[in-house]
Structures are given as structure tokens and as C-alpha cells.
């Protein structure tokens, strides 16, 4: 009877963890003109809307609603002449599938191997990352060094791990960094910044990747956005920050429009806004840990790679729509990691698209790839992995199917290597 007792309260924490986004729809909404545009912006905070597409003419919006708020959404949208659809009524059983199908994954051998090596069956937590990292530094001391850069805003570690074949002494190496999770509900990101990680140290095929670059890999910029998406809060991308606005509490800063380049302009000032951009640049304790590493070795890097989802790009600076000096480079750089990318990825993918953000997908500002192209990295990219499709005709873009989980790691390590691999050659002519 014990037994029977468990089991149900056990199924009932299950598919009582989303509860929050029952009800909650996703609309894709075909924005027509920049009123169009406006209008929808400007609902934002009033219906609480979470856009997983930004409304820009000529773009559909992909917009997360809270169910509380749909009904007053599609009378606004019908009265402002805003043709819509619903592309999935309740995002709940989606939600549910993906935390079964992963916690059915991850109880089949999910541990750190005698060699350091991870298993790619699941999406690893904080815990197990922070003891990843901590495990390949005592297994490979010639080799990879973990720094505890600083705390987030809820204390908890910020690790990277430096891999170098000469502890980064020779100045001469050009040094590449890639990051991963910046927006919490990034988890297919995850396995990509792993499996990096795993090709450099683990299974090395490229040795002269590993004994000619030295690698910085941040594999959770934003750990308390992360640990707070996995437990129940699925689609939160934000940090942690609390603000207030209007006697309201808000929670979270967007770190990707926290940065110090253009700061501000294309983002929200409303505190409870899903693109709040703090209350200035560099106002988090994350973004500034990012800050000190891409200042610190700004005259070495040759390579700065942001890793979020979805939507299978491969996007370069400025957010402003302006183009650096180097504009052709970074295309022709671009192309070669995402043919790479391509040769390797699952059919029912697109093939990856590239190009300047704000011509590709909408302008932004305050972006960390932008930040570290504005002080002098050649080649800063923000890398938009697919999204998975649970056998929908629309991407449910931010969740992740354990069939995906190694195939993400896969397809992104050969775009990087493939950058990498740019990247000497370019050093090497200079």
C-alpha cells in the first residue's frame, strides 16, 4: 500500500511540475507593418506575452500566452486588423512529454566515465556540470584548468574550464572561448558546449586544434536561470535579479541585452519585460564575470561563439544592422562553419542560415557577441541551434528530445571545429 502511495505522489510531482503553462498557447502572429509591430510590443507587459520570435514587419511573432490572457490577446489583435494563429493550443502536454521522455533517458547509465568521459542521453544538471569540470581538471592537469570566476546572483559558482596544452603562457596561440546557456531555457545548448569540451579533451580527433588554440569554454553562464527552468519554470531565459517596477516585483534581467555595447536601445526598460535590459550595462554579476574573461584575453581571441536556440543560425554583429569592418570575413567564416554544421545535421532540419542579426532575424542591442566584436574579436558569433520537432509541424523550438541531446553536440562541434580551423588559417597567414 506504502508503495501504491509513492508511486502516486510521485506521478502527481511529475505532471504537476508545469502546472504554471497549463493553458498556456502559442501563437504566431504575421506582423504586416511596424504598427503592427508596435502594437504587439506593446501588449508585452500588459498580457504578460513571452516572445520566442521578436514582431518585426515582415516576420511572423512566435509568442508565448498565458491562458488567463489569451481572450483579451485576440480581441486586441482582431481590433488592430492582426492576422493570427494558434499554432499549439496548450503547450502543457508538451511540456510533460519532454520531462518523461529525458527522465526516462537519463536513468540508463547517465555517470561521468572512468576517462572523465559524460554520456549524451540527457540534459545534465548544474551538479553534474560543476563536477564534470572539476573531474577533468584532476584527470588532465597538463591539460585543463577550472576557474571559479565569481558567483551569480543567488551565490552559486560560475565555472569555466581553460583547455591548453601550454597553461595559455604561449601568447602566441590565438584563443577561441564558447559559451552556452546565457538564456536558461537554452538546454539543447548544453550537449554542445559538452561535447566540445569532450572532443578536446576525451576523444581527441583534431590534435592540432588542441596543441595550436587554447580553448575557454563556459558551459552555464546563467546557472540560477538554469537550475530555476529545470525545476519548474521551463521557459524562463532570464537571470534571477529582483526589481521592482511600478510596486511590482519583478524577477530577472535578459542577460543577452545586459552587455556594454548599444545598450538599451532595442530593449526594454519595464523591469518584468521577458528583454529587460537591466538597470545598466553590466549590472549582473554574470555578465560581468563574461566581461572580465573577453577583456582579459581580448588581444589573443580570435573566436567568440554564444550558443543559444532555436532556429538553425549563425548570426555576426552589430545588432544595430550596422556591419564591422570585417563583414566579408565573418560571412565567409560564417558559411564554412555552417556547411560543416550541415553535412552532418538531421534532414528534417533546415539547413543553418547566415548573416548580420538585425538582417536575419530583428535588431538588438546589449548582445555579448556584439560586446566582444565592439573590443576586438575578429570573429564574435551567436550560434541559434534547431529546435526539435515532437512530430509537429511547428518547432516547440526550446524543448529537447533525448534522440537530439548527442546529435546537437555532433552537428555544433563541427561547426566550431570548422571555425577553429578558419582561425589558424587566418593566424597563420597574418
Partial sequence: MFRIAVLFLFCGCVFAKYEIYDGHALYKVNIESEIHAEVLNNLESKHNLDFWQRAAPGYDAVVLVPKQYRFLL???LLFNGIKFKVEVDNVKPFLDEENHLLTEASRRNSGIGRNGALTFNKIHSYEEVDLFLEILARLYPNLVTVVNAGRSFQRRNIKYIKISTTDFKDHRKPVIFVQSLLHARDWVTLPASLYTIHKLIIDITERDLVEKIDWIILPIANPDGY??????????HKNRATSYSFLTICRGVDLNRNFGFDWGNTSSNFACSEVFHGRRAFSEPE??????????YVRRMEMFIDIHSFGSMILYGYGTGELPANALTLQVAGVNMAQAIDSVKRPYNKDYTVGNFALVLNKASGTCSDYAQAIGVPLAYTFKLPGFRFGFDTALGFLVHPDFIEQAGIETWEGIKSGAQFVLRVVGQA
Fill in 227 to 236: 537550475v530555476a527552468s529545470r525545476r519548474n519554470e521551463r521557459f524562463w
Fill in 74 to 76: 485576440d480581441i486586441a
Fill in 287 to 296: 555578465t560581468r564575470i563574461i566581461k572580465t574573461i573577453l577583456d582579459q
